[in-house]
């Protein structure tokens, strides 16, 4: 890196514009001014230009660089021109600053950066603000900021104090030159891999041990013997396996056997049991009989009593009713009619109730018809309704989505809208600054314009003072001549011929002054005069000042002007379009506020643009809102269209089955209504019950009225007769009645009733004795078509059933004999796992015993070696390379100051005992060649202190430099006093660095 121009401007005790240009200055040169005139400021802007931090001491400080003369709001700035590798850079700088706000007080201007080179005569941006360039400068000239400060830019001081340093504090600034800190990393990490493969080793032998216990004595051979007896005990398991599946199959066949042949006993023991109670049932079936035959008789015998009683009470009333009998017996034609019709209607009954019973079953058929078509044509309904629900939400959902996808259509206009607002945003941050500048550069034209009268009334001031001034000089002038002719002739008064004048020294007084009065008044107006003038030179020098004052403001203020214009020009230009009505080519003094008026107007368009903008954005957001809920409810919708569907379909279901329900219905009840049938033969059933109680009730009637007539004829005899004869022939009826159903007992006919008597049953006694009688027939046909059937199953005669205890022991045992040998080949076999597993893993863990050993010796001996364990010594590895960085820089620098002292005297280290815990001395001593003995630094004068440090300087460049990769080094800075050396010093300290 090779400077060729630096500019600075509010920078550090440089007030106005400064510029060095280094092209000019030759190969080497000196920069010499009192102290804090500014030289070291020179090397921080350098410094501060490429790095954006100050060197040295003043590192942190760079919100101090602006200076403290600048007018409040000027800005600092550095500007530094130099060639690297054959290219010529251009970079500027301005550290942060204060500037007056609009509303008061200050506000903070944050650095910034910028970085060109030169391409064809013009400058080409290459980065742009402070940490682009920072990373720039760096990737081009290969150095840090702190490397730079260390060779090429040597801070002032540093080095001489260096000298004077202990060893602790040396160590201390070389471990910030020199990378010393891996190499502390590098020994820590090798002593925690060394203390962990340690461990590791001593894991891994502890879990030999351990499984070693495990396994126990001859494990490879206990483990053979254990497979061959696994393998052993694996047959008898098979053989095991193999008994049980015999005794499980012969346990299941013959327990099929027994289960079948206790079937059959039982079907012949029950059909036995039902055999042993026919003569029962026998017996049933006699009472059955005689209860049927007395239920025949007994009617009759009843009519024999009732003839009995009616006898005796005809007996008594046969004569006063003969008439009445005579009448009733001209019915009797009618009676023996309805008699018959009571029969007739009797015998209709039973197909008429057949009739009713079949449309009753017909009507509940057509009812359930009518109600499930009802539900049908419900289902059918619902089922339309879900159709159109269906359709009606099929269709919702697919306008909805061509909604929503115009809607999604309508966000791809969000990018060109954003790009539109960040485009207002800039123009309206741009319309910001120019107003801002436009605001000050009013101001500066109204200060202008009071400097220019400022300037006038200093230019009147300077003329008046400037007149005072003559007149004051030529009125000291005359009292200064009528002075000197009255001191004139005040001398003369005191001549004498023949002795000298004291003015000329003539001895001759041809013609002497004359007149002496007045004299001291004289003096005394010569006094004023003089006090008058100094006075007005006074006031001419008052007003001199205070017009250069004045012009050098007006100058201040037409720079700035002539600045700011331009950078209102270079801003219009940049919002040329945003500024239509302002010609930026025509920006010049005096249209400054009608212009900074103009972009408060188009910046509160701008504003309203901006404004709108952002609304739509918002706009775009509520939509994309929108978007997501509708997105959610489409979702919703779905599903409820996915249940629409699904209850179409059960709807449909339902349907077809009610729709069967209608079919099977209708082939019951038929198509038309049997209601009215059933109505019909309801009637008709209940006019021939009707009439056949009417007739009951007339032949019932007639036959009271008669025998009332036979009881009353008017003859005992001819009714006694009658009734005799009746109550014969009814005595007959029941006699053969009674004969002919066995219950006769010789002529006893008392007996042959209470025969009846005792074999009568009552209806229900009746009916359960007879259905008792037919469920025995039907269980002893079906035990006795059971047992044959089973008879086959029977075991034959004389043969025992199979013993299936017996078997199911047998099963028994081998399922027992099965589980031992299946635990016993388990546990064989889990030994045989274990001790093969361990003998496995123990195998594996001595080889990475093996292993760890080899590596935890090498780890334990690179741990002590970068301990610094060595030969009853300690170093440690980290001050051992620092004593090797050290002994380098020692060695270069002793070179640079041997060229210096004319090879009188030489640097070398001095190897200090080590201390504490490893800490090497870092000692220097100066050797000097013409005593040949060694002494330290401490006793060198001020002079060969300089040249020591100024030698241990450029070696230290030197080893970094090497270090970085061989740096060319086109120049080199030295921030030091080169006063203390004397003039040959001096020479040979410049012949050196020139060199």
């Known amino acids: 890196m090779r400077p060729s121009r630096l500019v600075l401007s509010n920078f550090g005790p440089y007030r106005e514009k400064a510029e060095v240009d280094f092209s000019r200055l030759g190969e080497f040169f000196l920069i010499c001014g009192k102290t804090g005139s500014g030289k070291s400021t020179l090397f921080?802007?350098?410094?501060?230009?490429?790095?954006?931090?100050?060197?040295?001491?003043?590192?942190?400080?760079?919100?101090?660089?602006?200076?403290?003369?600048?007018?409040?709001?000027?800005?600092?700035?550095?500007?530094?021109?130099?060639?690297?590798?054959?290219?010529?850079?251009?970079?500027?700088?301005?550290?942060p600053y204060a500037k007056p706000k609009r509303g008061g007080g200050m506000t903070e201007v944050p650095s910034s950066a910028g970085l060109w080179t030169e391409v064809a005569g013009a400058w080409k941006p290459l980065a742009d603000g402070p940490a682009a360039v920072n990373k720039a400068m760096v990737e081009r000239i290969g150095l840090s900021a702190d490397e730079f400060s260390k060779i090429i830019l040597l801070p002032q001081g540093e080095f001489q104090e260096f000298l004077e340093m202990d060893s602790t504090r040396k160590g201390q600034i070389l471990e910030k030159l020199f990378p010393v800190k891996s190499h502390e990393v590098v020994a820590q990490l090798a002593k925690e891999r060394a203390a962990a493969a340690a461990l590791e080793l001593s894991s891994l032998s502890a879990e030999i041990g351990r499984r070693q216990a495990e396994l126990g004595e001859e494990p490879q051979a206990r483990a053979a013997a254990t497979r061959e007896l696994l393998e052993a005990k694996h047959a008898e398991e098979q053989k095991a396996q193999a008994a049980l599946e015999e005794a499980q199959r012969v346990l299941e066949a013959e327990a099929a056997r027994v289960r079948r042949a206790e079937a059959a006993l039982a079907a012949q023991a029950e059909a036995e049991a039902l055999e042993s109670a026919?003569?029962?049932?026998?017996?049933?079936?006699?009472?059955?009989?005689?209860?049927?035959?007395?239920?025949?008789?007994?009617?009759?015998?009843?009519?024999?009593?009732?003839?009995?009683?009616?006898?005796?009470?005809?007996?008594?009333?046969?004569?006063?009713?003969?008439?009445?009998?005579e009448?009733?017996?001209?019915?009797?034609?009618?009676?023996?009619?309805?008699?018959?019709?009571?029969?007739?209607?009797?015998?209709?009954?039973?197909?008429?109730?057949?009739?009713?019973?079949?449309?009753?079953?017909?009507?509940?058929?057509?009812?359930?018809?009518?109600?499930?078509?009802?539900?049908?044509?419900?289902?059918?309904?619902?089922?339309?309704?879900?159709?159109?629900?269906?359709?009606?939400?099929?269709?919702?959902?697919?306008?909805?989505?061509?909604?929503?996808?115009?809607?999604k259509g309508e966000l791809e206009k969000e990018g060109n809208a954003r790009v539109g607002l960040e485009i207002s945003r800039a123009r309206l941050a741009g319309l910001s600054a120019l107003a801002q500048r436009l605001d000050r550069v009013v101001k500066l034209e109204i200060e202008e314009a009071k400097a220019r009268k400022d300037c006038g009334?200093?230019?009147?001031?300077?003329?008046?003072?400037?007149?005072?001034?003559?007149?004051?000089?030529?009125?000291?002038?005359?009292?200064?001549?009528?002075?000197?002719?009255?001191?004139?002739?005040?001398?003369?008064?005191?001549?004498?011929?023949?002795?000298?004048?004291?003015?000329?020294?003539?001895?001759?007084?041809?013609?002497?002054?004359?007149?002496?009065?007045?004299?001291?008044?004289?003096?005394?107006?010569?006094?004023?005069?003089?006090?008058?003038?100094?006075?007005?030179?006074?006031?001419?020098?008052?007003?001199?000042?205070?017009?250069?004052?004045?012009?050098?403001?007006?100058?201040?203020?037409?720079?700035?002007?002539?600045?700011?214009?331009?950078?209102?020009?270079g801003a219009a230009e940049d919002l040329s379009v945003a500024l239509a009505p302002i010609d930026s080519a025509n920006l010049a003094p005096g249209s400054f506020a009608s212009a900074a008026r103009e972009v408060s107007r188009t910046k509160d368009r701008e504003t309203a643009i901006f404004k709108a903008m952002a609304a739509r954005l918002e706009g775009f957001e509520a939509v994309r809102k929108a978007i997501r809920a509708e997105e959610e409810a489409l979702v919703a919708a779905g599903a409820e269209l996915e249940g629409l569907r699904t209850g179409l379909e059960r709807g449909r279901v339902e349907a077809?089955?009610?729709?069967?329900?209608?079919?099977?219905?209708?082939?019951?009840?038929?198509?038309?209504?049997?209601?009215?049938?059933?109505?019909?033969?309801?009637?008709?059933?209940?006019?021939?019950?009707?009439?056949?109680?009417?007739?009951?009730?007339?032949?019932?009637?007639?036959?009271?009225?008669?025998?009332?007539?036979?009881?009353?004829?008017?003859?005992?005899?001819?009714?006694?007769?009658?009734?005799?004869?009746?109550?014969?022939?009814?005595?007959?009826?029941?006699?053969?009645?009674?004969?002919?159903?066995?219950?006769?007992?010789?002529?006893?006919?008392?007996?042959?009733?209470?025969?009846?008597?005792?074999?009568?049953?009552?209806?229900?006694?009746?009916?359960?004795?007879?259905?008792?009688?037919?469920?025995?027939r039907v269980n002893l046909a079906a035990s006795r078509a059971k047992a044959a059937s089973l008879a086959q199953d029977l075991p034959p005669k004389g043969q025992a059933m199979p013993d299936v205890e017996a078997l199911r022991e047998t099963s028994a045992r081998s399922k027992a004999a099965l589980a031992e040998a299946r635990a016993a080949t388990d546990a064989l076999r889990l030994e045989a796992n274990r001790l093969e597993t361990g003998l496995s893993a123990l195998a594996d863990l001595e080889s990475r015993r093996k292993d760890q050993e080899e590596g935890s010796r090498g780890l334990s001996?690179?741990?002590?070696?970068?301990?610094?364990?060595?030969?009853?010594?300690?170093?440690?590895?980290?001050?051992?390379?620092?004593?090797?960085?050290?002994?380098?820089?020692?060695?270069?620098?002793?070179?640079?100051?041997?060229?210096m002292s004319e090879g009188r005297y030489y640097l070398e280290p001095e190897d200090g005992q080590a201390s504490g815990r490893g800490r090497v001395g870092l000692g220097l001593r100066v050797l000097d060649s013409w005593t040949g003995q060694s002494r330290p630094t401490a006793t060198l004068s001020g002079g060969e202190k300089f040249l020591t440090a100024i030698s241990l300087a450029l070696g230290l460049a030197d080893s970094i430099r090497e270090r970085r990769g061989g740096i060319s080094l086109d120049a080199v800075f030295i921030d030091e006093g080169f006063g203390s050396l004397d003039e040959e010093a001096l020479d040979r300290a410049i012949n050196v660095l020139r060199f």
């Open 457 to 569: 009334l200093a230019k009147e001031a300077l003329a008046k003072a400037l007149e005072g001034r003559l007149e004051a000089a030529q009125a000291l002038k005359r009292r200064e001549e009528a002075l000197g002719f009255l001191a004139a002739g005040k001398l003369a008064s005191s001549l004498a011929e023949g002795k000298p004048c004291p003015v000329c020294g003539s001895t001759k007084h041809p013609a002497p002054a004359l007149g002496a009065e007045g004299l001291a008044e004289a003096e005394q107006e010569v006094g004023q005069g003089r006090a008058a003038l100094v006075e007005a030179e006074a006031a001419f020098a008052r007003a001199g000042a205070n017009l250069d004052h004045s012009l050098a403001r007006l100058g201040e203020l037409a720079a700035g002007l002539g600045e700011s214009a331009q950078e209102i020009s």
């Open 44 to 95: 921080d802007a350098i410094t501060y230009a490429l790095f954006g931090q100050a060197p040295g001491s003043r590192k942190g400080q760079e919100g101090e660089l602006a200076s403290d003369f600048a007018l409040p709001g000027e800005k600092p700035e550095v500007e530094f021109e130099f060639f690297l590798s054959g290219q010529k850079y251009r970079v500027a700088r301005n550290p």
């Open 656 to 776: 077809g089955k009610l729709a069967a329900i209608v079919q099977e219905a209708l082939l019951q009840s038929g198509e038309i209504d049997p209601a009215p049938a059933l109505e019909e033969a309801q009637r008709q059933a209940s006019q021939a019950e009707a009439e056949k109680a009417k007739a009951a009730a007339q032949c019932s009637r007639w036959e009271a009225a008669a025998a009332a007539a036979r009881s009353s004829q008017g003859t005992l005899r001819q009714e006694s007769a009658a009734s005799t004869q009746a109550l014969a022939a009814d005595l007959s009826a029941l006699e053969a009645a009674l004969e002919a159903k066995d219950f006769a007992s010789g002529s006893d006919l008392a007996q042959a009733l209470a025969n009846l008597h005792a074999a009568s049953l009552a209806d229900r006694v009746l009916a359960e004795e007879e259905a008792a009688a037919a469920l025995y």
């Open 327 to 407: 009448g009733l017996l001209a019915q009797e034609g009618e009676i023996q009619g309805l008699r018959q019709r009571i029969q007739v209607l009797e015998a209709e009954m039973s197909p008429k109730r057949e009739v009713v019973f079949a449309l009753e079953k017909a009507c509940a058929a057509f009812s359930r018809r009518l109600e499930a078509t009802q539900a049908l044509n419900r289902a059918e309904n619902r089922a339309r309704e879900l159709e159109a629900a269906y359709v009606s939400q099929e269709a919702s959902i697919r306008s909805r989505r061509e909604a929503l996808e115009k809607a």
């Open 278 to 325: 026919l003569s029962q049932e026998e017996e049933r079936a006699e009472r059955i009989r005689r209860a049927k035959a007395a239920a025949f008789v007994i009617p009759i015998r009843d009519n024999y009593l009732r003839q009995a009683a009616a006898a005796k009470d005809l007996e008594a009333r046969v004569e006063a009713l003969s008439k009445e009998l």
């Open 861 to 899: 001996a690179l741990s002590e070696l970068l301990r610094g364990e060595i030969a009853g010594r300690r170093m440690p590895f980290k001050f051992f390379v620092l004593a090797m960085y050290f002994s380098e820089v020692v060695r270069r620098a002793s070179i640079h100051l041997a060229s």
